[in-house]
């Protein structure tokens, strides 16, 4: 390494750290970053005088005396230093004073902190692992083996571990603040050190007001991490993420504007680095950020749905401190929730977000993707932090076909301007058919389990008509809803249950060419076979073809029915459950014969993949299919429908359940 523009993990290459550059560049940056010199102290006025932070070079007597005292070979960065500069000034924010030849000295543990260490940092994870308590006890003894470095500081302790040496002979450096909530923070070596001080005092300029008496803060190295942002940006729109993220990141270390923003856009999308280089960006500004930041809101907004967040704690949403932004924030958040709130970006890109969101909200996301896809090249950033659309995050319906190879691919596709090679296309995401649904981990991705479910396929009539054929309140307006927001969207005040009635919150789409689906997964009650009544006859009174399937494979014995009905007659239907098929009516097919299905064989995993052969015959004799994404992770327009079950006649008895 020759220049501090390298990052402090680069330090210990094979390339010759030039201290001599590194240092001299760091005094002229702090000299010319100084306000009233007057009030400076007098060490400081002296080394603003020279423009340099360090002192006279040690020469090799310096360096041999200094190591005959410690009784051990100093490392190869340390010594390098200082042949340069015998200690140093201003090491960063916090350490006013390093140590040189006379003055580093063995800790010995001055401060008592040996004990309380090798109880907490680094304790390991398992303590019956031999390994590992050793590493704990190791690291603990850092107080007591250590090399003090620091002489003057905030509190603040700068140490050489001879216990921690790397492949090149260099001492890891450790460094603690006691007024800091964490664990001492490791570098590879005396030189990787100092470069993260020499950030440090970057960030530190560089988050300094305006106004505060000192020159503004420009020169080689702000200008050249200024330089590596344009280039970052212009990479990141051109589809190169990785190279905006590696040039980001090291921008970012030396507190960079405009690096947090990009950083959260690439790492949010899942194509850099995350954690802390994603971190959320603060709406600068806020309750008037800019379009760009105010587009990041709503990503904010759909994740704090996304872990249960109750709407009067959303800071954004406070009206108190943020008056009438507070309340637009809080109305955003309400239509989150409600699922109304729409993306809309203009020019070609908006009229083409308008046309996904058609498709996604009728469960076709794969569609919806292929839209976005074609219409990426021509998105236009807000302004200069502004690299992808983010809003697509944002928008309830179009956020969960983002899928996670979808969204890389979003990073990789040349926008904004910017040209290059198209990545090659994510994969689609519905499988086709419908025996997914009755598989291990086919409503439930991730989890070797099944899922419950009921189903009505119906021809010839649209999404948004079902409601007028099977809805409790064929007039209720459908909004596309998130799973967990159905029961409070539809039964907001529901203070009692019974055992009269099963209505079943049906989330809608298209099934295919003609074919509208209505679907219920991971419903509560048992099978009714004794008072079930199919929705197949009243779903086909318009006309065409309705098929019905009622699936239970959670259940040690799976329960599965199947009816199909036209014009508003019964074709066929039976009920698979107990081991037994019973309830046959009319003519099956002969591919849907219980025995050819697999029916009659004994175990759970027989009969789900019996339910799975029924699904596909019907797949394949309608054309039919069920979106898998969509059904599982998106957000779909949905309505309660009309009781499953029929009233019960004299001398059936039902329950009611009533709670204050």
């Known amino acids: ?50 423009r340099w932070l360090g002192f006279a070079p040690a020469d090799e007597a310096d ?28 090491a960063g924010g916090f350490v006013w004073k390093l140590a040189g030849t006379r003055e580093a000295h063995w800790h010995e543990d001055a401060m008592g902190l040996g004990e309380e260490f090798g109880d907490l940092w680094g304790r390991p994870v398992n303590v019956e692992v031999e390994e590992e308590a050793d590493e704990g006890a190791a690291r603990g003894g850092l107080w007591a083996r250590g090399l003090q470095l620091d002489v003057a500081s905030d509190a603040t302790s700068v140490l050489l571990d001879p216990a921690d040496v790397g492949p090149d002979g260099e001492w890891a450096a450790r460094v603690w603040a ?4 964490a664990d001492p923070q490791g570098y590879p070596s005396f030189a990787a050190f100092m470069v993260a001080k020499y950030q440090e005092f970057h960030c530190l300029q560089a988050g300094r007001a305006e106004g505060e008496g000192a020159p503004a803060f420009v020169n080689e190295t702000t200008r050249a991490q200024d330089a590596a942002v344009a280039r970052a940006r212009a990479a990141a729109l051109r589809g190169e993420h990785g190279e905006a993220a590696r040039l980001l990141l090291t921008a970012r270390e030396y507190g960079r504007p405009h690096v947090t923003e990009m950083l959260y856009q690439v790492g949010r999308l899942g194509g850099g680095p995350v954690g802390r280089e994603a971190r959320q960006p ?67 890109f908006g009229e083409a977000v308008d046309a996904a969101r058609e498709s996604a909200r009728w ?6 993707w292929r839209i976005l896809r074609a219409a990426l090249p021509a998105w236009k950033p807000l302004d200069p932090d502004h690299i992808a659309p983010m809003g697509l995050l944002g928008d309830p319906v179009l956020a969960p076909v983002l899928t996670a190879g979808r969204r890389l691919e979003l990073l990789a596709t040349p926008r904004g ?12 995401q519905d499988p086709g058919g419908l025996s997914w649904v009755a598989r291990l981990g086919g409503l439930r991705p991730g989890q070797a389990s099944c899922g419950d479910y009921r189903l009505v396929l119906v021809e ?21 809803l998130r799973s967990v927001d159905l029961r409070h969207y539809h039964r907001p005040d529901q203070r009692g249950f019974s055992g009269y009635d099963d209505k079943a919150l049906l989330r809608v789409g298209r099934a295919g060419a003609g074919w509208s689906f209505g679907f219920e997964a991971d ?14 006859q009243d779903a086909s009174a318009r006309g065409g073809l309705a098929v019905v399937a009622w699936g239970q494979g959670r259940r040690d014995d799976p329960v599965f029915h199947l009816s199909v009905a036209r014009d508003g007659d019964l074709l066929y239907a039976f009920t698979a459950r107990g081991g037994v098929v019973e309830d046959v009516r009319g003519d099956l097919p002969a591919e849907l014969a219980p025995a050819a299905l697999g029916f009659g064989v004994r175990g759970a995993a027989a009969k789900r993949a019996a339910a799975g052969r029924a699904l596909d015959v019907i797949a394949d004799r309608y054309g039919v299919g069920l979106p898998r994404l969509a059904v599982t992770e998106g957000r779909l327009h949905s309505f309660e429908s009309r009781s499953w079950i029929r009233p019960p006649g004299p001398g059936e008895a039902y329950a009611t359940l009533g709670f204050a």
């Open 1 to 50: 390494m020759t220049g501090p523009e390298t990052s402090g993990a680069e330090t210990s290459g094979a390339e010759p750290f030039d201290w001599r550059r590194f240092l001299t560049r760091w005094s002229e940056e702090w000299a010319d970053a100084q306000g009233d010199v007057a009030e400076l102290s007098p060490d400081d006025a002296a080394a603003w005088e020279s």
């Open 63 to 90: 360096i041999a005396a200094m190591e005959a005292r410690l009784g051990r070979e100093m490392p190869p960065s340390y010594r390098e230093f200082l042949r340069v500069s015998d200690g140093w000034r201003h």
């Open 178 to 181: 006691s007024w800091a909530p």
């Open 282 to 348: 603060e709406p600068a500004g806020f309750p008037a950020p800019s379009p760009f930041l105010a587009e990041l809101l709503t990503v904010y907004a759909v994740d704090f749905l996304n872990v249960g967040g109750y709407k009067d704690d959303w800071r954004y949403a406070d009206p108190y401190h943020h008056g009438a932004a507070g309340r637009r924030a809080a109305d955003l958040l309400r239509r989150m929730r409600e699922g109304t709130y729409g993306y809309r970006p203009s020019g070609p």
């Open 363 to 368: 469960g076709d996301t794969d569609a919806a």
């Open 417 to 428: 301007g910017e040209s290059g090679p198209a990545p090659s296309p994510a994969r689609d």
């Open 460 to 480: 010839g009539v649209a999404p948004d008509e079902l409601p007028a054929l099977l809805g409790s309140s064929p007039d209720a307006a459908l909004s596309p």
């Open 523 to 536: 419903l509560s009650p048992a099978f009714p076979a004794e008072r079930f009544v199919s929705l197949a």
